[in-house]
């Protein structure tokens, strides 16, 4: 097949720092659109991926699934695009599309396995899919959204990972008015969650360990703010919460927050820290609470998002950087040193 070589920005091993590469994008097929990359969020899965902490990684490594951007080329047979319009690209590209979940819009749960933005088996050049830290992207039609042309572009990429990723959940165990509905960590995806659980109508209360970060909570739309590590104010909500989204990704007491839901509460994962996460038997027994996963969500769910976030004017907070920020970046997060996302202006990599 047909290749174009561009530039990247990935890394060849789990201990080395991102740097410029070229790599191989295909040719525009049928179905495909060609996207100038104009923004692409960070996501801490991209770190996790990049430092191979999930295991599995395959080198060279090009992350980034928040992408957004302008379509350059559309294949002889797209309908929904033209030259010229905005789109985005999120965390899949491709899915079996036959499967019960592809066939029900959660292409997320694919039977075959879901082929990611970056670091998923490429089925038209082989090797392995490489992520949105590049100048463009070649994408069949299916799995590219629709951006609004409202909303400020940068503060729009994070809502391709972390808006879905928050969104789904909230939706799927109904947050709405009258509930108190609990974020954890306000990271990129921490701080989606309390502007879209506040626009679903529900009592938002944030729980963070960065004191810096209590009075920003208040500003992002948190009706009441908790420091985690302080007992006696965890305590003040103990039994309280219908739900609660925890958007952690390093390890921490699942306990302390199951115990904080009202009997019948659910706490949701989306924080994915690799390391298994321990459960006391009576944090859930005691409630007949639930604890449960979510995995961003699928395509349609993701234009619904957008379409939410447009009409309520919902974006991301962002901190716009250069490609060779980085590696800085990196340890910012790990830091939880971020205000809320880190954006890649691509230009930077001209
Ligand atoms: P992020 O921006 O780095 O935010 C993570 C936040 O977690 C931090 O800002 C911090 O918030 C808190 N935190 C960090 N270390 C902590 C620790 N040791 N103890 C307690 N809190 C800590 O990360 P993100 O991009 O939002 O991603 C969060 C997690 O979700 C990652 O594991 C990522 O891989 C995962 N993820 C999952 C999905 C999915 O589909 N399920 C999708 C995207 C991402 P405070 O400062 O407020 O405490
Ligand atoms: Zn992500
Ligand atoms: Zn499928």
């Known amino acids: 097949m047909e290749t174009k070589s561009i530039k990247a920005f990935g890394t060849e091993a789990a201990e080395a720092p991102l740097q410029t590469l070229d790599i191989q994008r295909r040719a525009v097929q049928a179905h495909d659109v060609e996207i100038e990359i104009l923004y692409c969020g960070i996501c801490h899965s991209d770190l996790h991926t990049a430092r191979n902490e999930w295991h599995g990684t395959i080198y060279p490594i090009v992350p980034g699934h928040e992408i957004v951007g302008r379509i350059t080329k559309v294949g002889e047979h797209v309908k929904g695009f033209k030259v010229g ?61 629709h951006i609004s042309d409202k909303l400020n572009l940068a503060a729009v990429a994070p809502l391709l990972c972390a808006g879905i990723t928050t969104y789904s959940p909230l939706k799927h165990w109904k947050v709405g ?41 208040k500003r992002l739309g948190a ?7 302080d007992e006696t104010q965890m305590a003040q909500h103990a039994r309280s919460l219908n739900f609660i989204l925890d958007c952690v990704s390093a390890e921490h007491n699942i306990d302390a927050y199951l115990n904080l839901l009202k009997v019948d509460g659910t706490l949701t994962l989306v924080g994915a820290p690799m390391d298994p996460l321990p459960v006391t038997s009576f944090s859930l027994i005691l409630g007949r609470r639930s604890f449960s996963g979510s995995l961003i969500g699928g395509i349609k769910e993701t234009q619904e998002m957008l379409d939410f976030c447009a009409e309520h004017n919902i974006t991301s907070d962002v901190e716009v950087i250069g490609v060779n920020d980085v590696n800085e970046a990196y340890e910012r997060l790990l830091k939880g040193d971020v205000k809320y996302r880190f954006v890649i202006d691509m230009e930077s990599l001209k």
């Open 85 to 145: 319009d905005l789109a985005g690209v999120g965390c899949m590209v491709d899915s079996c599309r036959e499967c019960e979940h592809c066939k029900n819009d959660l292409e997320q749960f694919c039977d075959e396995g879901n082929i990611q933005t970056f670091n998923s088996p490429d089925k038209h050049l082989g090797g392995q899919t490489y992520g949105g830290y590049s100048q463009s992207i070649t994408v069949d039609e299916s799995f590219v959204l």
């Open 223 to 229: 009706d009441e703010v908790v420091l985690s590590t």
């Open 177 to 217: 008015p009258g509930q108190k509905v609990g974020i954890v960590g306000i990271g990129g995806l921490g701080h989606m969650g309390i502007k879209i659980a506040k626009a679903m109508g529900a009592h938002v209360v944030v729980f963070t360990t960065s004191l810096s970060k209590t009075d920003d909570a």
